[in-house]
């Protein structure tokens, strides 16, 4: 059966999960969001794969990036990411990554740009289920009377990220 490895990075805004196999980073996530072991169950299943803790080449350039990005000296990620979802799912988040760094996007705005204006909450729940946070920054889709709402990681993460990459200032 296929590993995929596990290990624990700390970041500025907590501990967070990251999860890789030869292709690249599978998940990302803070290990205090809602459903945390939930995005393992499903990995592994995706991946027909166990989870096994263990060190990985693309950890290395995960936590190189992460630091330079927290330091505000990095705005986009090159470690090699191998996502799992629907064909859907991953149009929404191949969006997410484009995104420019200090721009936030409504779900309206996300739904319009995949060509149907009435798949707002698909986006959400595309969104939501994202299993690489940061990397594909779901933290940068807002509501549309400018409220932060639905982030798994919690809203004063989501709100420390924006500020952080200058999309918003309080």
């Not at 967070?16 to 072991?37: P, S, V, W």
């Not at 889709?141 to 919690?154: K, M, R, T």
Request: with cysteine.
């Amino acid at each position: 059966m296929e590993i995929i490895y596990k290990k624990t990075i700390q970041t500025p805004l907590g501990e967070m999960a990251a999860c890789a196999i030869e292709q690249g980073i599978c998940l990302l996530e803070f290990t205090d969001r809602k459903n945390f072991e939930k995005q393992f169950v499903s990995l592994s299943k995706a991946l027909k794969a166990e989870i096994e803790e263990g060190n990985h080449r693309h950890f290395i350039q995960l936590e190189e990036e992460l630091k330079e990005y927290f330091d505000g000296k990095r705005e986009t990620f090159d470690v090699p990411l191998y996502i799992t979802g629907t064909p859907f799912q991953e149009r929404v988040w191949q969006l997410l990554r484009e995104i420019p760094m200090g721009e936030t996007r409504t779900y309206k705005q996300q739904s319009e740009f995949l060509g149907n204006p009435k798949a707002i909450r698909a986006v959400g729940t595309a969104n939501g289920i994202n299993k690489i946070a940061i990397l594909i920054p779901c933290h940068r889709v807002i509501g549309s009377n400018g409220e932060l709402v639905g982030y798994a990681g919690g809203i004063w993460r989501k709100q420390k990220l924006l500020e952080l990459e200058k999309a918003i200032l309080f």
